[in-house]
């Protein structure tokens, strides 16, 4: 029906929907699947950062020590030896919980267990060695200090404090759980049964802590009693590197024997030097 130049069509004729007219200009656009590979979130977190790493293919350009600083942390890195004198070289040797500490305290207190590198093995620290060494240092001094002031006292006659008696700690035990490591682990990579360093550090540090008691104990005015205490704790410090030491060492061949030997008589000989000097009461 058409009115006024205007054509409708009827609804009765209409049913579904009206076909589109095709273009002959018009291209179909079809979108595949994105083959994107998804990286999961590594699960290795750092104790102190708490940061996820990176994958293993990914751009690890800051993630890798180099010059100029890395993110986040403020602190330059050096390359090389240069990376040696900064302080973010040394700080996954900090990087410990005061649970792994006391674990590492009880081993080095059943020194015949012999499982104290292979528990360290793979986190070595140097925090424990640290404040066993500065400990031993302040208790040497204070407990010697008393225990001659006390001495002097009882028999009325004059005492002076002796400023030595901290200088000398600090250089025996300083001294002693860097240099003695050092020569170790040069006979050791020369007889090829190479051990890691901050290892030996680690091992020798929690092996004087028995002497934080034993100083402790010495209070006793009595001379048998101190020689017992020192020698008790010689022995468990002896018998600690030595067993600690002595599955490792198996590998350099027959002369294993006389490392482990002369490992155990120089624990022995700073057991004896510690009698003379701390342990020992002169008035």
């Known amino acids: 029906m058409m009115s006024g130049g205007y054509t409708s069509i009827d609804n009765q004729k209409v049913s579904g929907s009206v076909p589109a007219v095709s273009d002959p200009s018009h291209v179909a656009v079809k979108f595949t699947d994105s083959n994107l590979q998804t990286f999961r979130p590594s699960g290795a977190q750092g104790k102190i950062s708490g940061g996820t790493q990176p994958p293993h293919d990914a751009d690890d350009t800051f993630s890798k020590p180099g010059g100029g600083s890395q993110p986040g942390s403020g602190e330059p890195q050096g390359s090389g ?10 700080k996954p040797y900090f990087d410990v919980d005061t649970s792994d500490i006391i674990d590492r305290l009880k081993e080095s207190l059943f020194p015949f267990r012999g499982t104290f ?26 407990i010697g200090t008393f225990v001659t002031y006390i001495a002097h006292k009882l028999k009325k006659k004059e005492w002076d404090y002796d400023i030595n008696l901290v200088t000398w700690s600090a250089g025996v035990f300083y001294g ?17 049964a190479p051990s890691g360093l901050v290892q030996l550090f680690c091992l020798y540090g929690y092996s004087l802590f028995v002497f934080i008691p034993a100083l402790c104990l010495s209070v006793v005015p ?6 017992v205490i020192a020698g008790v704790a010689g022995f468990m410090s002896a ?21 482990v030997t002369g490992i155990f008589l120089l624990q022995l000989a700073l057991a004896v030097v510690l009698k003379l000097y701390l342990f020992t009461v002169t008035v």
């Open 176 to 192: 002693y759980v860097t240099v003695v490591p050092l020569i170790l682990y040069v006979i050791l990579k020369y007889f090829s």
């Open 81 to 90: 030896w240069f990376r040696t004198f900064t302080i973010a070289a040394y």
């Open 117 to 142: 590198t292979e528990k360290t093995a793979t986190n070595p620290d140097l925090y424990g060695p640290f404040w066993i060494c500065t400990t031993l240092i302040f208790v040497a001094a204070s």
């Open 222 to 227: 009595l001379e048998i009693f101190r020689w």
């Open 239 to 259: 018998t600690f590197v030595a067993l600690n030491l002595k599955a490792h060492i198996n590998s350099a061949g027959e002369r294993w024997f006389l490392i």
